[in-house]
């Protein structure tokens, strides 16, 4: 059976995994996901799951934190069944780095056939890492709706003070017990959702790319993506109420994003123009040895700068034969990335002149796309909810809404408006928005706000 966006809904996230879901884009889609159990009280299935997966002996890895919260309740469950297994702990602040996953290394048990990482982000990341070193399996058992990266093959570590996404393999079952995730901090299940309501921007951006570049685009699943973020965002009084059937929404709704970045291989289902922003404030902040706000937090600020951008850009009279005439300084250009990126320049232009992105060429095919398909790029930008409204959204969530309540200042906003469309190779509303001759203008009236 072709699956399509009218019947892809008819199928519940156990019935995306471990097969081939054969699609009207014309891929068939899978991912190595065995199990995903969320609901109440899930934790107590964990033991029996383990054994229709076929494992042996499992290695569970927590901090003292998520030891109380979550993995001693694991711990007993698996004793009681009698399911072989060891524990480690970490002591101390938990950071992704060279240190942690060589101590882990080093501790792990050499016969353990899956680690069981109980935690949120950094948890379930370094989970991915070593048991992608040690060529086994990774759980992830969730603590907090946080982010939505837990289905992913990515992995987010420290190396050598920067953060590196590093490409591992998705966890083979993930458990969101929502017993234990309602009652995690609200400004966590908050950083969750707003992962989520980065999705308006993202998956717009994806979809201008498709009519521009001719990008893959999967319809069936955007709208499924689409579908969970509009579950959420009608969900948020109750989630704020921590009502369960909200919380698993948001849940849901994160192990979907990334079972979407799964299935085609890339994050795009995911990650747009208002993640580029939140990567640009990462690495600079890291440079300063500044701690930002959680990963979901930075997405509602990005999503609430990209929808002013949207905005800007829907009332705009775009001039294409002003766009054309106007010349691309590479030096000045060149000069700016080095300003900016400091230290991670030269990786970022080596990458930058490996795909050709900014090539004359290039640049003018995508002129001409954009001129050619402007009613249907307009057509998705005015359907991009309006600044006012996510503003809204955000406020209703008691979450931060503009660059100073994460500690950036307008310039600093303003400068990654200016320079996110370099950190990843995807086109995006910013890149739009500099192949009309536009992308300064918004960033300096962002500066001037
Ligand atoms: N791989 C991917 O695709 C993605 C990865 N990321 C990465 O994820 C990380 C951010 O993850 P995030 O979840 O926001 O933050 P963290 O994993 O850093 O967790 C934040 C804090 O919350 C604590 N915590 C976890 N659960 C609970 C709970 N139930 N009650 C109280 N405290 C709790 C954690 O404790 P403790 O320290 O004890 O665990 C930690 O101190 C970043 O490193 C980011 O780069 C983000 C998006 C995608
Ligand atoms: O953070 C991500 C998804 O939430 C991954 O994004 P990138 O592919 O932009 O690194």
């Not at 068939?28 to 494992?55: F, Q």
């Not at 992308?439 to 500066?447: G, M, P, Q």
Request: proline share 3%.
């Amino acid at each position: 059976m072709t699956h399509t966006r009218e019947n892809i809904a008819d199928l519940s996230i156990n019935e995306l995994l471990g097969r081939e879901i054969a699609c009207s884009c014309g891929h068939a889609h899978s991912i190595p996901m065995k199990r995903v159990l969320i609901g109440s009280g899930v934790t107590t299935d964990i033991p029996r799951t383990l054994r229709e997966c076929g494992y042996k002996k499992a290695l569970i890895l927590s901090d003292r934190i998520t030891w109380d919260i979550a993995a001693k309740d694991v711990a007993e469950y698996l004793e009681r069944d009698g399911f072989p297994y060891e524990t480690l702990v970490l002591e101390g602040r938990v950071v992704p780095d060279e240190a942690r996953i060589g101590e882990i290394i080093i501790h792990a048990p050499r016969d353990a056939d899956i680690i069981i990482a109980v935690g949120t982000g950094v948890m379930c990341d370094i989970g991915k890492m070593i048991s992608y070193k040690m060529d086994i399996d990774t759980a992830a058992v969730v603590t907090a709706p946080s982010v939505d990266g837990f289905a992913s093959k990515h992995a987010a570590l420290v190396i050598g003070r920067l953060k590196v996404s590093f490409t591992t393999h998705c966890p083979t079952i993930i458990v969101g017990d929502v017993d234990v995730l309602k009652n995690a901090p609200m400004s966590m299940i908050i950083a969750g959702w707003c992962d989520i309501m980065g999705k308006f921007s993202c998956l717009s951006d994806w979809k201008i790319s498709h009519i521009v570049n001719d990008e893959y685009y999967c319809e069936t699943l955007a709208d499924m993506v689409y579908r969970s973020v509009r579950i959420c965002r009608d969900n948020l009084e109750a989630l704020k109420l921590r009502e369960p059937h909200a919380v698993q929404s948001v849940m849901e709704a994160l192990v979907l994003a990334g079972i979407a970045m799964s299935f085609i291989g890339n994050s795009r289902p995911a990650s747009g123009s208002e993640h580029h922003l939140s990567h640009c404030w990462e690495l600079r902040t890291a440079k300063e040895g500044k701690e930002l706000a959680p990963h979901g937090i930075q997405i509602g600020v990005g999503e609430a700068l990209i929808s002013m951008l949207y905005g800007w850009l829907k009332t705009e009279t775009v001039d294409f034969a002003t766009a054309r005439a106007i010349p691309f300084d590479e030096r000045a250009w060149e000069a700016g990335v080095h300003d900016y990126f400091g230290s991670d320049a030269d990786d970022i232009l080596k990458e930058i002149r490996g795909d050709h992105r900014y090539d004359a060429d290039v640049r003018a095919r995508r002129l001409a796309a954009l001129e050619k398909n402007w009613p249907a790029v307009l057509e998705i930008v005015r359907a991009m909810p309006a600044h006012e409204e996510i503003v809204a959204m955000l406020k209703s969530a008691g979450t931060a809404t503009a660059p100073a309540d994460i500690h950036l200042t307008d310039k600093e906003a303003a400068d990654s408006i200016r320079h996110a469309k370099e950190v990843r190779n995807k086109y995006t509303v910013l890149g739009v928005l500099d192949d009309l001759g536009l992308l300064e203008t918004y960033a300096a009236r962002i500066e001037a706000k």
